[in-house]
Structure formats: structure tokens, C-alpha cells
């Protein structure tokens, strides 16, 4: 598989994405792409930067970037990797799950969960997905608020869910068209 999205927010053809409302050149060149074994390294260090606890071992890694019905991709700025998203299906599930999401520190506030974000989107409706959920940490006010501008809608809360104790929210988006992409593709 090749870049999903060479620019922020700008599909194969250049046009501008259903996840993106803004202008992608002010977000500078992101490029996602699936990861593959030379970004294992970059995202080892990013997980043990962006998480305390419940952090995915390079063996998880390692794993979930050779699974075919899990997709790890990563977002590079200047060639460096600067965030990725991992998207888990079931077998014979319309529904997709956003597994774990991050974004280099130093490189927030710059679009690339956003990106990321409809990128993971865009892959899993492609694979069949109908809709995706995901777990956030309650107090994590700038990615609620990012998946709440994205269509995401809380639907159930799990307490103690983190290593620490932290409540988590449960939300879900609706993914147009999910089962009419997949025709004919198969996850396994």
C-alpha cells in the first residue's frame, strides 16, 4: 500500500478530504503511510513520550504493523515520524475500532491528529467498517474535543478503564458507505 495522504487533509487525487475542513497547506507536508519494520524505533519512543501506562510494546508493534486486518499508519513530517494511528476490525465486523492514536509533542497543534485521525477513518470504511469506536481518557479535553469536531458521539463511560484509575468516554462515528466499499475485499 502506498501514502494515503501525501498532504494534510488532501485525498489521491488533491482534492480536499471529507475529514479535513481546513486549508492543508497551512498544516505543512504530512505524509501518512502504513508503517513498516524501519518505524519501529520512532514509534517505540513516541509511545513511551505520549503515554504513562498502557503503552503498546514493540512486539505489539511489531505485530499489529504485519496484521492484515489491523492498520498502523504513521504520519512523517521532514521524513521523520511524527504521530500514527492503529485501526483494528473484526473479521466479519462492520465495525471498526480506534485502537490508540499519538502525536509527537512537539509536533501538536500542527494537524496531524486530525489527518491521521481521517486517514484511520478512510481505511476503515475502505475495509468495510460501517462505523469506529474508540476509548478516550475523560480528562483528555483536547482529543474529545477534537473527535466531537470530527462527528464522534459519546456513548457510554468506563470507569477505572487506565492503569491509573482514570475514567475513559466511549464514542462512535457513523462511516458513510463502509459496507459498499468493502464488495469483495476480505480481512484475513
Do not use: W
Not at 486530525?114 to 479535553?141: F, H, T
Amino acid at each position: 500500500m502506498g501514502v494515503i495522504h501525501q498532504a494534510a487533509g488532501l485525498n489521491e487525487a488533491g482534492q480536499g478530504s471529507e475529514f479535513s475542513g481546513e486549508d492543508p497547506s497551512s498544516r505543512g507536508d504530512i505524509g501518512i503511510a502504513p508503517a513498516g519494520a524501519g518505524d519501529l524505533d520512532a514509534l517505540v519512543r513516541l509511545e513511551e513520550r505520549a503515554f504513562a501506562g498502557d503503552r503498546l510494546s514493540r512486539r505489539s508493534l511489531r505485530r499489529f504493523a504485519a496484521k492484515r486486518n489491523g492498520l498502523l499508519l504513521v504520519a512523517r513530517c521532514g521524513g521523520q515520524v511524527a504521530g500514527y494511528v492503529l485501526v483494528l476490525m473484526r473479521k466479519g465486523s462492520q465495525r471498526a475500532r480506534l485502537y490508540s492514536i499519538a502525536i509527537d509533542g512537539a509536533r501538536r497543534g500542527r494537524g496531524i491528529g486530525q489527518a491521521l485521525l481521517g486517514a484511520g477513518e478512510l481505511s476503515a470504511r475502505r475495509a468495510g467498517a460501517g462505523s469506529i469506536y474508540l476509548e478516550v481518557r475523560a480528562d483528555n479535553e483536547s482529543a474529545i474535543a477534537l473527535y466531537r469536531k470530527t462527528g464522534y458521539r459519546q456513548f457510554a463511560t468506563i470507569d477505572g478503564y487506565y492503569h491509573d484509575g482514570a475514567m475513559a468516554l466511549r464514542l462512535e462515528k457513523a462511516l458513510a458507505d463502509g459496507a459498499a466499499d468493502r464488495k469483495g475485499r476480505d480481512l484475513t
